[in-house]
């Protein structure tokens, strides 16, 4: 069985043949944030597969607020290349659930929520902690929350 920080490694092997640079680069830099968190703390280890694809959603987030922030600045040509260099990123990640996945999801740990006695605004972290194991890895923090304050009406 192969890791998934074997697989990107091998992928980068891959795309460094083909002479495909944003891939390789993108490969390059998120192997880096890999390692950089291996040896982060006391001690050396190995990263888990989970581990590893909480590093390489990090790096997509990044990529994502960059191009965001290159797009406010009129710099497209660099927006475009994170967006592209997040899509490398992306295939590496769960799917990424949807807006009415989401909202389904979130519906459901509201009545979840709601049954253990938590209810109105102040039940929002209540409800964070049922779905955030839901949705681990497949929507980002800030969307959840938002859905959470958008079915609390709040």
């Not at 390692?35 to 990263?47: D, F, I, K, P, S």
């Not at 997509?60 to 710099?75: N, T, V, W």
């Not at 990424?96 to 102040?122: H, N």
């Not at 980002?140 to 079915?151: F, H, L, N």
């Amino acid at each position: 069985m192969t890791t998934l920080k074997s697989r990107l490694q091998e992928d980068l092997t891959a795309a460094i043949r083909e002479r495909d640079e944003l891939r390789s680069s993108t490969l390059r830099l998120t192997l880096s944030a890999i390692t950089t968190e291996e040896v982060a703390g006391t001690q050396a280890r190995q990263l888990s597969d989970e581990e590893v694809r909480k590093v390489i959603a990090r790096e997509a987030k990044k990529r994502r607020e960059a191009a965001e922030a290159f797009e406010k600045g009129g710099r497209a040509e660099s927006a475009a290349r994170e967006r592209a260099e997040g899509e490398v990123l992306a295939d590496y990640l769960p799917k990424q659930l949807g807006d009415e996945e989401l909202a389904a999801i979130v519906a459901e740990s509201v009545k979840e929520a709601a049954a253990g006695g938590a209810e109105g605004p102040r039940a929002m972290g209540a409800i964070m902690k049922i779905v955030s194991p839901k949705v681990a890895g497949r929507a980002e923090g800030g969307r959840v929350a938002a859905e959470v304050k958008r079915q609390l009406g709040s």
